[in-house]
């Protein structure tokens, strides 16, 4: 039995630790924060998450199942509020049954520890910080209750976030050649909250990821279980209509009035939520190596991304499902899975980095746009139809058998022959077996190449 540290007890964490110790071996989780089972959540921290087919198939590894109708809200849609005042419903699949989750953060990771609390070979220390590493000697430094304290350990993980300290210890160390590239967009966020109408009614449309694209600035909510929203506004950090701008001159209920009237009666304490909150950071973070030793990173430690494509969850918990396919393959962890994971998982972490990217200025600036929306009809309508088809945001939210990378690789090919025939095609006459002989026809051709 393997003595294994995992420094954070996140989402990624929790579900890492159950894993293994339902594998038979010794978990201890040090997890700086307290317990959010004891409900203090973390002011302005995103309170839901959007979980989909990568990370259910992942959850899947420690018996989670059940749990998911209790905890969840299915989001068949994005419901488009356009700046006219109209609504329209786009669906994320053609095909029945294919959709995302909204799932509180805190209320996932407290199933997840009940998990891992459950095995016999696994504890958890809250309020503990890892302070230092020696990679030589198998031992982490911590500090709980104004304490030092030291463990030893056979593996040592890292899913202690974006901010990892383990990947910290690890590139000033020991990993003087790594590469550390951490970008960040120009742009904030600022979360805000729609209150439950009644006793756990829901406002606006329950079954539905809202948007409200405004070309250089936009605004998402997404359904909590006691009837209200998670409402998250994106906007440039400086310049117009930034909140700079806001905070300086227009005020956020003018700018409301002037941007979202539709939502300004459904908000009454705006401009207490608006001062109360802060305005978080949008960065996209990639290094290498991974692993060193008997050490590794995963999760937001070693590929945190935006939030755009909801995938940074999911990735986080496939990193976990690719880790026990290849401890299958190999019977048992060994400092050589550690190496291969890295080498299997970097391509697809960068390429969901990538389409997150991507998918902001998708969401921002093209989901107003006729062309855009046509192309998204036609998708649906393909996959209604062809059950080989799969569109570019099905390949990367429902199917768990192809890579990021791969996905999106295929994905911006047929995105950009679906975009230039919407474009090209005001109204769509031919049958979709023609258009989809089309576009094989040129997916054939590019992948040759």
């Known amino acids: 039995m393997s003595e294994i540290i995992i420094a954070g007890g996140g989402l990624c964490g929790s579900l890492l630790g159950a894993f293994l110790a339902q594998n038979d071996h010794q978990i201890t989780v040090l997890e700086k924060r ?25 959850l899947e590894l420690i018996g989670f199942g059940s749990e998911l109708k209790d905890i969840s809200i299915p989001m068949p849609v994005r419901c488009l509020h356009q700046k006219d005042g109209s609504i329209q419903y786009v669906p994320y699949s053609g095909r029945a049954g294919e959709y995302i989750n909204s799932i509180s953060r805190s209320g996932l990771n407290a199933v997840l520890l009940d998990y891992l609390e459950k095995c016999d070979s ?9 302070t230092k590493v020696d990679f030589d000697e198998n031992k982490v430094h911590y500090r709980k209750n104004n304490t030092d304290h030291f463990l030893h350990y056979d593996y040592l993980f890292g899913t202690d976030g974006a901010g990892s300290i383990l990947r910290s210890e690890l590139f000033k160390n020991k990993l003087p050649l790594h590469q550390l590239k951490l970008d960040f967009l120009d742009y904030g966020y600022k979360e805000l909250h729609i209150e439950p109408v009644g006793i756990n009614g829901f406002a606006i449309e329950k079954n539905a990821l809202h948007i409200w694209p405004r070309g250089h600035l936009m605004m998402i909510a997404l359904p909590n279980l006691d009837g209200s929203f998670t409402m998250t506004l994106f906007l440039p950090l400086k310049g117009p209509d930034s909140f700079e701008q806001i905070d300086r001159e227009t005020g956020i209920i003018r700018y409301f009035e002037k941007y979202f009237p539709d939502v300004l009666d459904k908000i009454p304490s705006l401009e207490s939520q608006y001062a109360m909150n802060p305005i978080g950071q949008l960065g996209t973070l990639k290094c290498n190596p991974w692993n060193y030793k008997n050490s590794c990173l995963m999760g937001d430690a070693a590929h945190a991304i935006t939030p755009f494509y909801g995938q940074g969850m999911n990735c986080a918990f496939e990193d976990v499902l690719i880790l026990s396919q290849l401890m299958k393959e190999e019977g048992n962890l060994n400092t050589g899975i550690l190496e291969r994971f890295y080498q299997q998982r970097k391509s697809s972490a960068d390429a969901i980095a990538d389409l997150a990217i991507d998918n902001f200025y998708e969401m921002r600036d093209h989901t107003a746009n006729p062309v855009f929306l046509r192309k998204r009809q036609l998708e649906t309508t393909l996959e209604k139809t062809f059950p080989d088809y799969f569109s570019k945001y099905s390949m990367v939210t429902f199917r768990t058998d192809i890579s990021y990378r791969e996905a999106m690789i295929r994905g911006r090919m047929q995105d950009e022959w679906l975009m230039n025939y919407s474009n090209q095609h005001p109204e769509i006459t031919e049958s979709p077996a023609e258009i989809f002989d089309q576009l094989k026809h040129y997916m054939n051709i590019k992948l040759k190449h």
Do not use: M, P, T, Y
């Open 122 to 130: 696994a504890s958890v220390h809250f309020l503990s910080e890892v």
């Open 34 to 58: 307290s317990d959010v089972r004891l409900g203090q959540a973390e002011a302005g921290r995103s309170i839901n998450l959007a979980l989909s087919s990568r990370g259910i198939k992942a």
